[in-house]
């Protein structure tokens, strides 16, 4: 199967207004601005920075000691100048309490030191950052559109090591069938197949299955259309751009458990990869509301 691995209107819309070349070429403020809005966070001016800081210390009081250890393994997450509060003297943000939710759901049930890892759509890198700092992987390998590939690199070369640093491969999507070759035990995609057209998302779940053992997906599980959460800020143009992206286009109640469940099982049903793929496990992906997550296993022919 082939497509042109290109971008959707969304992020077509998004790359012009927001991930300019001028907005992420310094790194000094970049995670508590607009390019970090669009790809970790919303907007704190619409959400409120009082409320984003109670749900990031809500998550790190309610962390195990394993997480706690995967947390404290994880060295200059001050880069960026992230939105933080301070628990036992250290710094901690969502993004990063995040990741280790997510690593803890990946590493329970998938073999990872030594692993080639596949993420598609990483964002800036916290999730290579934290696994290349709790596990001693083999390669580390983002796919992504130019700009946010960009970023992580810069973002990536200031928080690794020069070993970690090495192992990581940057390929944009427009390379992925020259430069993408042998297989690997994990692939992973949080929070952007909502965002692709799903022509790519289809293409990249027949990559995933094609090349891959495990498969981590951590995304919304449907739309919504309450103007309370944001105010639509950036216009009516925006809101009908992120309804038409993705496989999960219906708009649900995403405060409601129930709703949220009952769309959870179309979750695990439409990123499975293919007939040959089980799930290992899902749930919810804390703490957004609709965010689901699920793991899944290719067995053998």
Not at 62 to 78: H, P, S, T, V, Y
Not at 150 to 174: D, M, S
Not at 220 to 226: A, E, F, I, S
Request: glycine share 8%.
């Amino acid at each position: 199967m082939s497509i042109r691995n290109g971008q959707s209107p969304l992020w077509e819309h998004i790359n012009k207004t927001r991930m300019t070349e001028e907005a992420i070429a310094d790194l000094g403020s970049f995670r508590s601005g607009g390019v970090n809005f669009k790809l970790a966070l919303w907007d704190t001016e619409t959400n409120g920075v009082r409320y984003l800081k109670t749900v990031a210390y809500n998550l790190v009081a309610g962390l195990g000691e394993a997480n706690r250890r995967r947390l404290r393994r994880i060295g200059n997450r001050d880069v960026g100048d992230p939105i933080t509060v301070t628990w036992d003297g250290e710094r901690v943000c969502v993004d990063y309490l995040r990741a280790v939710h997510e690593l803890e759901f990946i590493a329970e049930r998938v073999p990872l030191d030594g692993a080639r890892v596949l993420e598609i759509g990483a964002g800036y890198g916290r999730t290579c950052h934290a696994m290349l700092a709790n596990h001693a992987l083999a390669a580390y390998v983002i796919v992504d559109l130019p700009t946010s590939l960009e970023l992580a690199r810069r973002y990536l070369g200031a928080v690794l090591t020069g070993e970690q640093f090495a192992r990581v491969e940057f390929v944009a999507v427009e390379e992925v069938e020259e430069r993408i070759s042998g297989t690997f035990d994990v692939c992973l995609n949080i929070d952007s197949f909502a965002e692709m057209t799903e022509d790519t998302v289809r293409y990249y779940l027949s990559l995933v299955d094609e090349r891959c053992e495990h498969f981590y997906v951590n995304n919304p599980v449907g739309k919504y259309l309450d103007k309370s959460l944001d105010g639509h800020t950036q216009g009516q143009q925006v809101v009908s751009l992120a309804l038409s992206t993705g496989l999960l286009r219906d708009v649900i109640d995403i405060h409601d458990n129930q709703h949220v469940r009952a769309q959870s099982r179309k979750f695990v049903a439409v990123y499975r990869p293919g007939e040959r793929w089980t799930t290992v496990a899902d749930g919810w992906a804390p703490p957004w509301s609709y965010y689901w997550q699920a793991l899944y296993s290719r067995q053998p022919v």
